[in-house]
T-cell receptor, first 119, second 115 residues
Framework: GAVVSQHPSRVICKSGTSVKIECRSLDFQATTMFWYRQFPKQSLMLMAT?????????EQGVEKDKFLINHASLTLSTLTVTSAHPEDSSFYIC???????????????FGPGTRLTVT | GESVGLHLPTLSVQEGDNSIINCAYSNSASDYFIWYKQESGKGPQFIID?????DKRQGQRVTVLLNKTVKHLSLQIAATQPGDSAVYFC??????????????FGKGTLLTVNP
């Protein structure tokens, strides 16, 4: 199997506070994980690529100091939204890449998502 | 810029009918394409994929067709069921440098199956 979990599934926080979201690959090791953001009725937009043991690669327009990514182990990546504002309210989805070569390097397995609401 | 888009944002079909969801892509260098199903409040679920060296691939009740000449991708669902109701996204896999790849998602099509 290839199961990816996220925690929490839903979180409500006050404006100005920070929120940490965890992404775990439960039955495989993932050198690479990805973080996406999805606004209502829109598509998934890649925020950053997280590589274990190295700095994340952020997509253009994504503030690395606001969205802190830590990929400290082969089964866990975290996304911290710092100084959250209402416009950061969104559905955050992670995915984990199962392999590092050949066909398996293409395969991403998605988590169930985390609904963040900033009040 | 490079993008993956969809022709139809919504599709409503009767239970038992066949559904066809379309997708246009613009990056001729993309070599791998995936269709995902996303139910409300959940993460994307893999449906089927296809490499650029193929023009058709079949799964259980689903078929993906790839036309590289016109950069068009389609997902066919046979005998559509109410449980197929969801948003469907196509995604193209692109190199992001070296051996790294990333997915670019299309806008999505909402499929509604009427009983």
């Amino acid at each position: 199997g290839a199961v990816v979990s996220q925690h929490p599934s839903r979180v409500i926080c006050k404006s100005g506070t920070s929120v940490k979201i965890e992404c775990r690959s439960l039955d495989f090791q993932a050198t690479t994980m990805f973080w996406y953001r999805q606004f209502p009725k829109q598509s998934l937009m890649l925020m950053a690529t997280s590589n274990e043991g190295s700095k994340a690669t952020y997509e253009q327009g994504v503030e690395k100091d606001k969205f802190l990514i830590n990929h400290a182990s082969l089964t866990l990546s975290t996304l911290t939204v710092t100084s959250a504002h209402p416009e950061d309210s969104s559905f955050y989805i992670c995915s984990a890449q199962k392999g590092t070569s050949g066909r398996s390097s293409y395969e991403q397995y998605f988590g169930p998502g985390t609904r963040l609401t900033v009040t | 810029g490079e993008s993956v888009g969809l022709h139809l944002p919504t599709l409503s079909v009767q239970e038992g009918d066949n559904s066809i969801i379309n997708c246009a892509y613009s990056n001729s260098a993309s070599d791998y394409f995936i269709w995902y199903k996303q139910e409300s409040g959940k993460g994307p679920q893999f449906i089927i994929d296809i490499r650029s060296n193929m023009d058709k691939r079949q799964g259980q009740r689903v078929t993906v067709l790839l036309n590289k000449t016109v950069k068009h991708l389609s997902l066919q669902i046979a005998a559509t069921q109410p449980g197929d109701s969801a948003v469907y996204f196509c995604a193209e896999n692109m190199s992001s440098g070296g051996s790294n790849y990333k997915l670019t998602f299309g806008k999505g099509t909402l499929l509604t199956v009427n009983p």
